[in-house]
């Protein structure tokens, strides 16, 4: 059985909970990000620097961070796209301000009892950003 891709009213709520997380992780709203992040020992975030297994240890990382590391960023793409009622993905590229690099970031987001969480996440940097044509 295939599930149905891309729900509207699914993809709206996945669409919420990923603005959400990015409204917290631009304001380092910490206690707002650990929630978004599936509470459970099978969680995952690669950062780019560090590798976190478990909610325990991405809460100890974003607790730990100096708060001027986290700089504004702004979205260039976000990618959209749920499977069913209770799983999606949500990917973007997106640019720090003052800095060159394009980063990309990933996650897998589930369907809880305590609403849409992260269960798996993935954040890189790839070389120079290609300049936008206009």
Not at 16 to 38: I, M, S, T
Not at 57 to 82: M, N
Not at 92 to 107: A, I, K, P, V
């Amino acid at each position: 059985m295939n599930p149905e891709i891309n729900i509207p009213e699914i993809v709206q709520e996945v669409t919420a909970a990923f603005y959400r997380y990015e409204k917290a992780l631009n304001a380092n709203d910490v206690a707002v990000l650990d929630e978004l992040f599936w509470n459970n020992a099978l969680t995952l975030r690669y950062g780019i620097g560090e590798q976190l297994y478990g909610h325990a240890e991405i809460a100890a990382f974003r607790s730990g961070r100096d708060p001027k590391s986290v700089a504004d960023r702004e979205l260039l793409k976000v990618w959209i796209v749920t499977y069913g009622r209770d799983f999606g993905t949500a990917n973007c590229e997106f640019r720090r301000h003052g800095d060159t690099r394009l980063g990309r970031q990933s996650h897998t987001w589930m369907r809880t009892p305590e609403g849409w969480r992260i269960v798996a996440a993935h954040v890189s940097f790839v070389g120079n950003a290609t300049p936008m044509k206009k």
